[in-house]
């Protein structure tokens, strides 16, 4: 793994109200001396109206909307770059933190949902070999709040049809915790914004509509079988055995495939909940039909289901995507053995907005 530079949380700026948990904001509310109901108001406007701004809030009162403006912000990304592929249905953004550390997060539009992948670190200290994004390191851990402001941008986007795209949705349908960074190596803060997304007084996603993605940290994957709210669990794991996997992964050397899987079948009689395990097809690598057996030996009879990803190129990484023959006969190993498999939709490669490519690298568009 990379050596990660000192990591802190953004504590420079104004209150960002994303931050606050729904008790914290009554706390807020009752400290500047307003009735009970201004704090259900105001959330109502962040998490249901989707408001832009405070002056958007037009059921508050005057001097509250001048006193949130003069001491809080709404958000505290800075939107940078927007790009957009597949004819407006991908759509990348790169966003700035006020400490100048950047990050993106993509929108996907299909005619069936609307996913977005949101980032949960600006850069990534897991080092995956094959990732655009773990080339960077980790720059920062986000807050609650910084990973709720990319999911309600889209949001906003939506519900008022300002994105140009062939498919038509008003809502987000499905969110993956899957851009930059390891969710579970900043639990606290990612889990709070998943709160904060489920909440049905406020943004409503359903849990059931909540993937997260890991690398593979254990404790993670423990902690994550205790929570109370559903939501999906993807586990990358990109190799069938553990000499391949450190080669690609080094967080494999701390957490090994034993003791992954251990805890995957923890998860699983825990919950009762399929896991996902996505394996990215690197040509002469791990898409030999001797590692898809190897593969399939490792998760038969688990309630899991495997995705096939071809690799997307990553600027100067030694690799190459797996033919199309290759990736058939590699899911049709798994197939053969009962094991569901998919191999996943490309989207944004045009864009570097595709699965291991996000690296938020300054541009001009
Ligand atoms: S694949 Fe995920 S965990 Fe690995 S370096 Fe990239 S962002 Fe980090």
Redesign the pocket.
Known sequence: MNQAQPIALDTSRALNLYDLTQPELVELMKRWGQPAFRAKQVWTQLYRNLAPSFDAMTDLPAALRERLKAEAQLGVLQLTREQTADDGDTRKVLWQLPDGNVLESVLMLYPDRATICISTQSG?A???VF?A??RMGLLRNLTPGQIVEQVLYFARGLRNNTFDATSRHDHITNLVFMG???PFANYERWWASVERLHDPQGFNLGARNLTVST?GLVPGIRRLANEKLPINLAI?LHAPNDELRSAL?PVNKKYPIAELMAATREYIELTHRRVSFEYVLLQGQNDEVEHAEQLADLIQGMLCHVNLIPWNPVLGAPLQRSHRKRIQQFQQVLLERGIGCTVRMERGVAIAAAC?QLAAVPQST
């Open positions: 990534c897991m080092g995956c990732c994004t773990g930059m960074g390891e690398v990358s992964m291991g």
